[in-house]
C-alpha cells in the first residue's frame, strides 16, 4: 500500500510541473509575457499543486469563476525543493504559520469525477517574500492547459473516461531528499 502522504507529480532531472487556474486577464498577460506579470498579484500567497487532478477538482475543471484558465508552471526542481525547505504545515502553530514564508497542506487526492481518495495530495503556498523569486528565478515557463482540460472535462462527463484519462498529464512519486523527508509530514 501507497504511503498516505507522497508527492505524485510529473517532473525531470531539472524541473516539475505544478498547476494553477486563473482568470483569463491574468492568465493571457503571464502567456504574452513568459512569465507572471499584473494584473497577476504579487502581494498575496499563490497557491502551486503538482496533482493535475485535485486542480480540476478545486477549479471545477477550469469552470469556476476566476479559475477559467489552467496553467501548467513549469518551475525548476532546485526552486520546489527551496520552497519546501522553508514551509511549515498549515497545521502547526499559528504563530508559526504566520511567519512561514511557504505554507504546506495536504488535503484528500481526487478522482477524475472528484470523489475524494484514500492519500493525499500536497499544496505548497509561496508566501510574498518568495513570490517574486518564484515568478522571476523558478518559472522555466508557462503552458495554457485549458483546450485540453476542457476536452478531458467533456469526455469524463460523456462516459469516455478513459479517453479523457489519455489527456492527463503523467504523474508519478516524486523523490524528495532525504533532508526534506519528515519536514512535510502530518504529525511530525
Do not use: C
Amino acid at each position: 500500500m501507497a504511503p498516505q502522504y507522497q508527492i505524485r507529480a510529473d517532473y525531470d532531472a531539472q524541473t516539475i510541473v505544478v498547476y494553477q487556474a486563473y482568470s483569463p486577464a491574468i492568465a493571457d498577460a503571464a502567456l504574452r509575457a513568459g512569465r507572471f506579470v499584473a494584473p497577476f498579484s504579487f502581494h498575496r500567497m499563490t497557491w502551486i499543486k503538482p496533482s493535475f487532478l485535485w486542480l480540476m477538482h478545486r477549479s471545477n475543471w477550469a469552470r469556476k469563476p476566476g479559475q477559467e484558465r489552467v496553467l501548467a508552471v513549469r518551475m525548476t526542481r532546485q526552486g520546489w525543493e527551496e520552497a519546501l525547505s522553508q514551509a511549515v504545515l498549515t497545521t502547526a502553530d499559528p504563530a508559526t504559520v504566520a511567519e512561514a514564508a511557504v505554507h504546506v497542506q495536504w488535503d484528500p487526492e481526487r478522482s477524475p469525477r472528484g470523489a475524494a481518495l484514500n492519500h493525499y495530495s500536497i499544496q505548497v503556498g509561496i508566501g510574498r517574500r518568495l513570490i517574486r523569486t518564484f515568478t522571476d528565478d523558478w518559472i522555466v515557463s508557462l503552458t495554457d492547459l485549458t483546450p485540453q482540460v476542457r476536452k478531458a472535462a467533456a469526455l469524463t462527463q460523456t462516459g469516455h473516461a478513459a479517453k479523457a484519462q489519455r489527456l492527463f498529464p503523467p504523474e508519478r512519486v516524486y523523490p524528495l531528499p532525504r533532508a526534506l523527508e519528515g519536514l512535510l509530514s502530518p504529525g511530525r
